[in-house]
């Protein structure tokens, strides 16, 4: 059974930092794709970033600079750094497990920047 379960978020005012862990399990990790997405209020889920089985990584426009995604491979644990934090950052942070044609989601994290 496939379990990606993400930790890290919660409540920060602007200008802090949060670090979101997503622990995976019953898939072969390193040789998937992870990546952080993020649904705000009201609006759709969106790509924030991702992280290749080789570490080659890919941001959101909005969020370079600020964010940092990481993985360790022999945790099965993929990482997003945030810092700088603004309050359109506000969303649930999804945690995504990507092997071939499969798709797999965490369960989601709320983060929260108060202005």
């Known amino acids: 059974q496939v379990q990606l379960v993400e930790s890290g978020g919660g409540l920060v005012q602007a200008g802090g930092s949060l670090r979101l862990s997503c622990a995976a399990s019953?898939?072969?990790?390193?040789?998937?794709?992870m990546g952080w997405y993020r649904q705000p209020p009201g609006k759709q889920r969106e790509l924030v970033a991702t992280?290749?089985?080789?570490?080659?990584?890919n941001y959101k426009s909005s969020v370079k600079g600020r964010f940092t995604i990481s993985r360790d491979n022999t945790k099965n644990t993929v990482f997003l750094q945030m810092d700088s934090l603004k309050p359109e950052d506000t969303a649930v942070y999804y945690c995504?497990?990507?092997?071939?044609?499969?798709?797999?989601w965490g369960q989601g994290t709320q983060v929260t920047v108060s202005s």
């Open positions: 019953g898939i072969t990790f390193r040789v998937a794709l």
């Open positions: 995504n497990s990507r092997i071939g044609p499969r798709d797999y």
């Open positions: 992280i290749t089985t080789g570490g080659i990584t």
